[in-house]
């Protein structure tokens, strides 16, 4: 048995790569496939192969992934021009190696969803299919380190910023949702499955801006913002245009209960509860 995780020097990569490990998954069975094998040294000291493999490069991705029985394909960033051209060609890399059965990361109601972001992944997950490779997609909702990772600037300013109204958005860790992935991974029964990820309850902003005011000390507020007025204050943050506009986008798409679904397969996968906001808000602030 072997187990591909491509992107496996990324924040969920790395997870998922723990996560096996923590299950008792042979490191010589894991193998981590990232652009740059010098990020993962601590991976390979441990046993855990380690390949060179891009999601631009079909050849060298399609080597990389040979002899595969599992590939958890980890979806890249960047625009949606750039992540569906690299997702495409990763697609056609696993269909030339071969592999075993794709686990692919995407988004909540793939099909239907809304938000700017999940035409990529609608498009990807048509591509895995038209491979007849055995598939599992893995939709995730938002990850609480979206949020959380700006949490320092939020009690600085005293305000968690968006353009979400009263929407609200069912997060889970990565974490969370790396367990998922490890246990489709090691587990039967998963093919031709799309899994709707979610944590066990959806915030919305003003509640989770009550949580951040409580554990730390000060009033945070939720403040919603014109779109775009919302759009020109990230790109003033230095974010690139590209993504401010479609986390804008998604803000307001949130707003209309785009993420509000909850669904109790992510606990039903990992075999216990997702992580609430209280324990995100503890994490992000301790560390």
């Excluded at 094998?37 to 991976?43: A, L, R």
């Amino acid at each position: 048995m072997t187990i591909a995780i491509t992107a496996a020097s990324g924040h969920l990569g790395r997870l998922i790569v723990e996560d096996l490990l923590g299950r008792g998954v042979p490191a010589e069975q894991i193998r981590a496939v990232v652009r740059t094998p010098e990020k993962v040294q601590d991976f390979a000291d441990r046993g855990v192969q380690v390949v060179r493999g891009d999601y631009a490069d079909t050849a060298g991705l399609a080597e990389a992934l040979r002899g595969a029985d599992k590939w958890i394909f980890v979806s890249t960033s960047g625009s949606n021009e750039e992540r569906l051209a690299q997702h495409l060609t990763a697609v056609e890399a696993g269909r030339e190696a071969g592999v075993g059965h794709v686990i692919y990361t995407s988004i909540p109601n793939a099909e239907t969803n809304p938000i700017g972001f999940a035409a990529v992944h609608k498009a990807t997950e048509a591509a895995i299919k038209e491979t007849g490779l055995p598939y599992t997609f893995l939709r995730n909702n938002w990850y609480w380190e979206n949020l959380t990772g700006s949490l320092p600037a939020f009690v600085e300013h005293g305000a968690i910023i968006g353009s979400v109204g009263d929407g609200r958005i069912a997060y889970a860790t990565r974490a969370d949702y790396a367990a998922a992935a490890a246990a489709v991974a090691t587990g039967e029964g998963h093919e031709g499955k799309a899994y709707e990820l979610t944590g066990d309850r959806a915030y919305s902003y003003a509640e989770i801006a009550a949580e951040v005011s409580r554990q730390a000390g000060k009033d945070v507020a939720a403040v919603n913002l014109d779109p775009e007025e919302y759009r020109t204050t990230l790109e003033g943050f230095g974010l690139p245009a590209f993504l401010a506009e479609g986390l804008a986008d998604a803000d307001v798409q949130i707003s209309h209960g785009a993420l509000e679904q909850v669904t109790d397969t992510l606990r039903t996968l990992i075999g216990r509860p997702t992580t609430p906001v209280a324990d995100a808000v503890a994490e992000a602030l301790k560390n």
